[in-house]
């Protein structure tokens, strides 16, 4: 075996762990590993603009595909502008390998340039972290790093590695599996709670099944849709769980919730059965979990982490399991059994729930004059066939796109729902385009959010990335002013933008298509210029939108779930 | 309620803190921690003292599983056990308060390990109680120094934490 330097070892690692991309940014304390990425090309570098936008690409990598996002920056600033990354991708259990190097290991503590202590700053917000002090260890490190990061509850895992063990050589062996004595999540459900669970369910009167995020970063779709269509039972899927049940199908009551349906807000609300998966009753999903509670219903909750459950709310069946293991079990006892569910109770339920839908809380008023967010997102949808993989930054322009996009798959749908950051559609974007290649790819977004990553710009030329940029220009940050709006008395501090940029022009700048859009006439020729004419371009469409426009309906913070504000519109 | 956890983890740089910040992330209260290696020097034994309802002390527990450094948890405090805590204090021992310590130390089943002509270390073995009563029972302007080691715990019988 020949000697390997700690860079040759780390590259040679994520070959091994077979990945296409690393997204990142040179810098001091990574320059052995630069050096050993340029002496191959199984690896390919994908350099960003900022430290950011690296970690979301990866982020972005990873939502679409299951495949672990890694990103490599350099130590101190570049560890730091990380940080949002990572955070992002912890709170929404996103798996990704972070490698950041590191003053050599002798000047560690000794505030010397471009140092910080990023696997201090770093432990709150990963689900683990490394500080590699021997070139030894630094195979095996990776090994468990890829392997915690992709398993149990995914989640981003730092690897710190000192400039000097990217120097240093050692023999290389790339152990074939792994084993932690203090690590070994459970992937098999207690056989005999699923049974309870499975007759809690038939048993039920108005059940309701309420699935998030856990379920898409399973891959637990196809059984979730085997399940709930078997049993005919309404289902909600939450904001990072869209795609996980087909939108377009008549069981699907919409999304849950703050800006959720009435229809899926009031089933959660009076079930008598809930069953939720993947999910953890987080207040923009219940709301006031007093009041939530207040409401007798038994809950079954399946779930990989045991601490997401009984953590908000009083669960009453636990299942702790990986989602399509336990999904195929209860599949498995339905079809030996011959008990299903009593038609005729389920009619009157949904009898019930037809008449929450009558309500047709969606609607909106379509002006002739100026363009309204909310028909921009169905034109995208009609456009791009309900096919496109849609990224989104944070605000109104992603309330609405997880409202009016059905996404009928999961991992279409790429946004942050835990730490809810702006700045990450167009990363996003990049790392979804780049795995999913043929996929068009959307980013809605605003003129606030965009702006948070608009250096990537720069990175989508360079590497020929096809985005469609989908701005909902309403020249306020939407969201903020709404709260202002409806809590504030309409004080609008600090929301309104004044000078943006032509974005047209920026995007010409770059070396992109821009095209601006004032009329709702023009929206749908727009799109299909973008999608059609432009489909090997990156196309900057700014909507110039309805500055009055509001997310409905609303659940304020801190009220219970009935508790919706509708729309005045209708 | 007043709970004692203890916890097995890696002996690895870092462990403590992810425990320690644990605590203070989630809004969680540290009233004594104590932590040294086991006869495994690749493991370390925790002893954690907390209080709070049935509730959050579910949500510690899984909370500290979920650490990738922890082996195993136990709430000692759930079944029979036995704790200790060790302290040493430094009193102000002259004229007639030197007698009057040493029989207090007696009483307590302390040792005077330090002896000078104007001071005494008193070495403590007891529960965090009863080292409560004895500095209770000292007169307070007597005591120049106090130093705990925070409760260490064990179950009793056959209750054993190993990996």
Redesign the interface.
Known sequence: MTMMTGAEIVIRCLQEEKVEYVFGYPGGAVLHLYDALFKQDLVKHILVRHEQAAVHAADGLARSTHKVGVALVTSGPGATNAVTGIATAYMDSIPLVIISGQVPTEYIGQDAFQECDTVGITRPCVKHNFLVKDVHDLAVTIKKAFFIANSGRPGPVVIDIPKDITAAKCRFEYPETIQLRSYNPVVKGHLGQIKKALHLLLEAKRPMVYTGGGVILSNGAEQLTKLVRRLGFPITNTLMGLGAYPASDQQFLGMPGMHGTVEANLAMQNCDVLLAIGARFDDRVIGNPDNFSSIPRKIIHIDIDPSSISKRVKVDVPIVGNVPDVLDEMLKLLDAGSAGPDAAVLADWWKQIDEWRAKQCMKYRKKKSIIMPQYVIEKLYEVTEGKAIVTSDVGQHQMWAAQYYKFDQPRRWLNSGGLGTMGVGLPYAMGAALANPGTPIACVTGEGSIQMCIQELSTAKQFRLPIKIINLNNRYLGMVRQWQEMFYGSRYSESYMDSLPDFVKLAEAYGHVGIRVERPEDVEGALKKAFVDHKDDLVFIDFITDQKANVFPMVAAGKGLADMLLTEDL | MRHIISIL??NE??AL??VA?LFS?RGYNIETLTVAPTEDVSLSRLTIVTSGTD?VI??IT??L??L????KVVDLSEAAHVERELMLLKVRATGKDREELKRLADIFRGHIIDVTESTYVIELTASGAKLDSFIQAIDAGLILETVRTGVCGIGRGERILK?
């Open positions: 983890l890696e740089a870092g803190s992810r910040g992330a509730a579910e949500q899984k909370q599983n979920k990738i450094d922890v082996i990996i």
